[in-house]
């Protein structure tokens, strides 16, 4: 047992030890911050360290992504934190911090399929949160270059969400985003089915309109794959389909944007004003 005069003059040994210790250790060389993403604990030992508590073993997980240090992380220690935050979703798959990390690191230094695999896990596990879909949508069509992958999964962040404006606002970026595929007939059935869902009549409307032109984009561009497979010619004026008899007129956009042939040979919608290219609705 220890007398109580003497633990005061203990501490304070203790103290001016460590003081004069931790000097030297700041001192010493150390290992680079990245080396707690040298390797992966495999699952079942994850479990048993957290005495069999998946939960309790995603949050230590989730600790050990957080404080991992990115500035000199190689691609191989990005691999592993791909490997971690995934055993992470497996056992928490609704981890907030987890899926928030995944979207903010891992796709943009080559762990793209991890990041997406967690995000498609917590939109599943989360109903209640539209982000997890929304950050899943950005990688498609940033990363994969997949604009109707990405408007599929905008639409799915917009059913998460009890706020009509923040609804409304992932609709008209989906719709947008749909827009810009190759598979326009897809893109006009989904802008025809979201007018049909919306409560909202001006938006409805505007859908609606957006479905018109992809309708006429289709046409014209039927028009100049038959005009080229017909003549052998590459089109450069969209003219050129009405007066070669290909079509009887060049519709009207519902915005009132003018139809033109940009340089790749496709129709386009554009400003008025605009020469050759400009911005649309």
Not at 2 to 28: D, H, K, M, N
Not at 87 to 102: K, L
Not at 163 to 191: C, F, N, P, T, Y
Not at 250 to 259: E, H, K, S, V
């Amino acid at each position: 047992m220890v007398r109580p005069g003497i633990v005061l003059p203990l501490a304070l040994t203790l103290f001016e030890s460590y003081a004069a210790i931790v000097p030297c250790l700041y001192a010493r060389p150390r290992a680079p911050v990245s080396a707690e993403m040298e390797i992966a604990i495999p699952r079942f030992a994850q479990v048993f360290m957290a005495a069999g508590d998946r939960f309790l073993a995603a949050d230590m997980g989730g600790f050990r992504a957080l404080v991992a240090s990115t500035e000199n992380m190689t691609s191989g220690n990005y691999r592993i934190l791909g490997i971690v935050q995934s055993d992470i979703s497996w056992f928490n798959p609704a981890h907030e911090d987890n899926y928030y990390i995944a979207a903010a690191i891992l796709p943009w230094n080559g762990e793209l399929e991890a990041a997406q695999t967690i995000l498609k896990a917590a939109n599943d596990a989360r109903p209640f949160d539209w982000q997890p879909a929304f950050y899943y949508a950005f990688d498609a069509i940033h990363f994969l270059k997949n604009p109707a992958d990405g408007a599929r999964w905008l639409q799915i962040a917009a059913t998460h969400t009890r706020v009509e404006i923040e609804k409304i606002q992932l609709q008209q970026v989906a719709a947008l985003w749909a827009g810009k595929g190759d598979d326009l007939e897809s893109a006009i059935r989904m802008h025809r089915a979201m007018a049909r869902e919306t409560k909202h009549r001006s938006f409805a409307n505007f859908l609606e309109k957006r479905a018109q032109r992809l309708e006429n984009l289709l046409a014209l561009q039927r028009a100049v794959d038959g005009f080229v497979e017909r003549t052998g010619q590459k089109l450069t004026d969209i003219q050129q389909l009405v007066d070669s008899g290909t079509v009887s007129a060049i519709p009207p956009d519902p915005f009132g944007m003018l139809y033109i042939i940009n340089e790749s040979g496709k129709p386009e919608a554009v400003q008025p004003h605009a020469n050759n290219y400009g911005s649309v609705p």
